[in-house]
């Protein structure tokens, strides 16, 4: 029986629109799902561009305004894959239109404008998700599937970092498209929300919630060429932050996160120590999950390197054979396969906007302690 078609309008085409439509196109050939995304229509600024996106991708049609896709009937659900200074407007109108969201991270440019969206979604009723993507990746949801299983006991650390190094040129100009990551009007903050957002949604999906914390950032490069203007301006961004906090179960958390750590490309590490045992994860290496587990004979005990591509893993009984990993584009998949699941059985994916909301706060309450050079709770 043909299953029922989710149809996907997608908003920008860059690095997220294509790991995305990369997604719901693999999905419905590897998971068993009510629903099958179909490529309705893919949405950005430039008609050229978009379609050269479209025609590579499959999409059936192009809109140069995002405006449009709302109003189109045969479009269910939206996706959000532009800046971040865009997601709260388009998200707003998209729930007021009736659509379902699925929306990058992170949520909104400050916790104001998050609640805002959450408001939206939750009166006008509609799916909505944020793109954490990885919660998906089966050695980290392995992770949270030890911890709920108390095999860590009390956690007394949790430790993140999410290291890169390709700003340290101070003539890397800012703002415009690829660049916008470097321009507070268009990103919010800088690694705050870029990369810091991701280790903490990470850690308190799999910690519990962030009371309070302590914050520093720095700018190294104070002033760069401005892509728009052509002129020398202020750079507006963290270049680096780190933070100490405190979860609400009375762990200690430690995050730092940095573009000027040269010889790192996407470094995301976590490593949490529980009373009864360790783990530690590292995005260069992602299949891997590391384990200690005290209660292991003391002859043998130590560092378990678990390879986490078994039937019996998260997600990986619906790939290959047991020893062949998936990979980073697989996280994104995965969490499609979650969002069409939870369209049948009414209990919201996580993250949704509410919950993603709670890591705005964080974010906010971050820079505002770094700002301050005080202790900051979390609101
Ligand atoms: N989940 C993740 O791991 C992850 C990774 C990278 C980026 N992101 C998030 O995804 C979002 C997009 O980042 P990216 O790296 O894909 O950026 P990108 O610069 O590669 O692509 C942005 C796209 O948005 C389009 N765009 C901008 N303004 C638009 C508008 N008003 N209407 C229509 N299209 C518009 C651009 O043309 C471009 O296609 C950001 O919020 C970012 O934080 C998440």
Not at 231 to 253: M, P, R, W, Y
Request: aromatic fraction near 10%.
């Amino acid at each position: 029986m043909a299953k029922q078609p989710l149809n996907i309008g997608m908003v920008g085409y860059g690095f997220m629109g294509r790991a995305h439509t990369n997604a719901y196109k693999q999905v419905s050939q590897f998971f068993d799902l009510q629903r099958t995304p179909v490529l309705k229509a893919a949405c950005a600024r430039d008609a050229d561009k978009v379609k050269a996106f479209a025609d590579n991708w499959g999409y059936e049609s192009t809109e140069t305004d995002w405006r449009k896709l709302l109003d189109r009937k045969d479009i269910d659900c939206i996706d959000i894959c532009t800046p971040n200074n865009s997601h709260a407007e388009i998200a707003i109108a998209a729930a007021q239109a009736g659509k379902m969201i699925l929306c990058e991270k992170p949520l909104a440019m400050n916790g104001p404008e998050g609640l805002k969206m959450v408001e939206a979604v939750e009166k006008a009723k509609v799916p909505n998700m944020v793109w954490y993507n990885y919660r998906r990746v089966p050695a980290c949801s392995l992770a949270k599937q030890l911890i709920d299983e108390g095999r860590l006991g009390k956690i007394f650390h949790y430790r993140a970092n999410f290291l890169q190094d390709w700003t340290i040129s101070a003539e890397l100009p800012q703002g415009g498209a690829g660049l916008w990551r470097l321009d507070a009007a268009a990103a919010g903050s800088g690694v705050t929300g870029d990369l810091l957002a991701h280790c903490i949604d990470t850690a308190m999906w799999l910690n519990g919630g962030i009371s309070d914390v302590s914050a520093m950032t720095e700018t190294f490069i104070k002033e760069r060429t401005h892509t728009l203007t052509g002129k020398v301006e202020k750079v507006t961004i963290d270049d680096a932050c780190a933070f100490l906090c405190h979860f609400q179960n009375g762990s200690l958390g430690l995050f730092e996160s940095t573009r000027y750590a040269r010889g790192h490309k996407a470094l995301y590490t976590f490593e949490i120590n529980g009373e009864k045992a360790s783990i530690k994860w590292d995005l260069h290496d992602l299949q891997r999950l590391e384990y200690f587990d005290h209660g292991d004979a003391s002859r043998v005990r130590g560092w378990h390197s678990i390879h986490v591509t078994d039937g019996d893993h998260p997600y990986m009984g619906k790939w290959w054979v047991p020893g062949l990993a998936v990979g980073y584009d697989t996280s994104f998949t995965h969490q499609v396969a979650d969002f069409i699941e939870s369209l049948s059985t009414g209990k919201p994916a996580q993250p949704d906007f509410r919950n993603a909301y709670q890591t705005q706060l964080v974010l906010d309450a971050v820079l505002d302690s770094a700002k301050a050079r005080q202790w900051r709770e979390v609101k």
